[in-house]
């Protein structure tokens, strides 16, 4: 562990709940590994507290940020700037401080593409499935977008969150965006011409239930992902394996995305073994 001194960095990570992020673990092994003389701390941050809490990170000189739910959306109007990607997915999650300007950036879709296409998917012209509609369905939504995927349908709970997501991405692009309920699901033929499946609502972390879909409707080279991470893979993922899909827990985005953030935050290429043992994750085989 780098002992913490005057001239030490902080950043932080802000969210509510804050307690069972992984994301401490993985920048304070990243850090002591290169002697970065750096810290970040996780601090609990209730909604109506965001902006005292913004205008404390600029008084005490903060290096930097991450921020989760519930603040991803809500920090954009309390920073200096935001990248083009943050703006156009509507939430950051990574603040750099230059200077005396704070400004924000989403490292969550790119980190995303990343880990889908370390497991083989190739997004040009290919078809997605996107269920949810919360903010990481706009990051994945957008990133598959930009790296120009033909059609994407987005399936969710509360419906009108699926269309307003689908009218917003159709804006950009000229690819296909489709909406529909989060019951489609269940149905073989929403997936017949499925190249990717993504789990981005919540279902299938501890404490929900899992998610239910008619995997024996996708073709037999779809990949299934599944952003919810955990030390084993969640129902989703099982379910798909035991029909011979490639099927992936969020763990390869989690880290991805830590390592778009470290780089932004400090300039130096991130350790990502040492990232990987940090989240107790066995070192990178083929497949993982
Ligand atoms: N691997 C990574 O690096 C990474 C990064 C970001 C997020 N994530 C994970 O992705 C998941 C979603 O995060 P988020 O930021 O998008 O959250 P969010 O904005 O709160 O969205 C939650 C989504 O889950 C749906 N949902 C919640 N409870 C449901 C239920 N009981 N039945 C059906 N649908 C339900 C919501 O549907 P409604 O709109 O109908 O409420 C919404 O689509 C979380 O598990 C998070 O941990 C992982």
Redesign the pocket.
Known sequence: VTPIRGTTRVIAILGDPVEHSRSPAMHNAAFAALGLDYVYVPLRVRPQDLPGAIAGVRALGFAGLNV???H?EAIVALLDGVSPAARAIGAV?TVVRRGRRLVGYNT?GE??LR?VRTAGFRPRGKRAVL?????????AAWSLLEAGVGRILIL???VD??SSLAARMRLRKSAIVEFGP?TDALRRDTFAQADLVV???????AG??G?RIAISGTPKHCLVYD???GARPTAFVAAARRRGRLAE??????I??ARLAFRLWTGREPPSAVMRKALGLPPRSRSS
Request: with cysteine.
């Open positions: 989760t739910v519930p991803k999650n969550d980190g995303f880990a269920l949810g509609a919360g903010g990481s369905a706009r990051a969710n709970r509360h969150r699926a989060l789990n981005c609502t919540s279902l299938g972390l929900k239930g998610l952003l919810v991470y827990n969020g763990e390869a985005m989690l991805e995305q």
